[in-house]
């Protein structure tokens, strides 16, 4: 058996188990480095960059339940096109945070489930939008995020700050415990 043909039950079981536990409670730490309705410190971790002024593309694929490359280093400054694919089977998010801010965000991604929003393979749309119109958030509409479905590819351009303890991860349930995050590290 090699390491593929585990990667799958796995990832179906952590899922499962994400969609039935509760959410981990989030610390005042994590609460000061602001995600979802907040976005206090988004600086802190860079910005949604300029077309114009990408330096090179970086290609990330999502899989149950890892990335492929597993760890990024860029340059401080720079400005990064990611294009970024779904292979697995289940609906993945890359987004670019800091530990503490992708513990604050998690509890929103388990409202997303509650909601009927984030189903195993599929992302509810009009879940979605019931959602933003009731509580304000619910359409996952961030520049330095992407959810997707099985099968489907997006973008992000992001401009990295100088310094910064970044990494990439999937806050949906149960993903990010199971290891689908990978470190940013950023050169000078």
Same mark, same amino acid.
């Given at each position: ?15 499962a ?14 609460k ?15 910005? !949604?960059?300029?077309?114009?002024? #990408? +330096?090179?593309?970086?290609k990330?694929? $999502? ?6 490359? @597993? ?10 096109r990611f ?13 670019? !945070?800091?530990?503490?801010?992708? #513990? +604050? ?5 388990? $409202?997303?489930?509650?909601h009927?929003?984030? @189903? ?19 359409m ?12 489907k ?21 149960g ?14």
């Open positions: 058996m090699n390491n593929n043909s585990l990667v799958r039950p796995f990832a179906a079981l952590v899922l188990l994400g969609l039935v536990i509760s959410a981990t409670p989030v610390s005042a730490d994590a000061k480095h602001g995600h979802g309705g907040g976005h206090a410190n988004m600086k802190k971790i860079g910005m !949604a960059g300029d077309a114009a002024k #990408v +330096t090179r593309t970086i990330v694929v $999502m899989h149950d339940n890892y990335y492929e490359p @597993e760890n990024i280093s860029v340059k401080e400054g720079e400005t990064v294009l970024i694919r779904n292979a697995g089977e289940f609906v993945h998010e890359f987004n670019i !945070a800091t530990g503490p801010m992708h #513990v +604050t965000h998690q509890p929103e991604m388990m $409202m997303m489930v509650e009927g929003v984030l @189903e195993p393979d599929k992302i509810n749309w009009e879940a979605a939008k019931a959602m933003q119109k009731s509580m304000g958030h619910g996952h509409n961030e520049p330095n995020s992407k959810l997707l479905e099985p099968g590819s997006g973008e992000i351009i992001w401009t990295f700050p100088k310094h910064a303890d970044l990494e990439f991860a999937c806050n949906i349930p993903h990010y415990d199971s290891g689908m995050v990978g470190k940013v590290k950023l050169t000078h």
